[in-house]
């Protein structure tokens, strides 16, 4: 048997076959949940950091933003001028809940300006 360096041929083979095999990887999973499990080991079982990579909230949390998703100057309609933070889901939905009751007192529709004072 013939050397390679130091190393036997035979052994310089297996090592070639086992870099080849690594190099190899599964294909991504096809349903959602195999997909996420698939992420998370890729990650090194680390959730927030494939929450992150996804845009995904935090379990609790949810995406506020200012100026409000529901005017003309909100998240969705101001090409990128918004300001956007995660909290409080339960907090963020009662605070979506007030300001339509204020849209809906104050008979605010679409085209109507208002000023917001934040105290």
Not at 77 to 83: D, K, L, Q
Not at 86 to 115: H, K, S, W
């Amino acid at each position: 048997m013939e050397n390679v360096g130091d190393v036997p041929r035979l052994r310089v083979l297996e090592l070639d076959k086992a870099a080849v095999q690594g190099t190899f990887t599964r294909p991504i999973p096809k349903t959602a949940g195999a997909q996420m499990r698939y992420l998370v080991l890729q990650h090194q079982r680390n959730t927030r950091r494939v929450a992150d990579l996804l845009g995904i909230a935090p379990r609790g949390k949810s995406c506020d933003e200012y100026p409000f998703t529901s005017t003309w100057q909100g998240a969705s309609t101001s090409g990128g001028h918004f300001s956007r933070r995660m909290i409080n889901a339960v907090q963020n939905r009662n605070g979506g809940i007030a300001l339509n009751n204020f849209y809906t007192y104050n008979r605010i529709i679409e085209t109507d300006r208002f000023l917001v004072w934040i105290k």
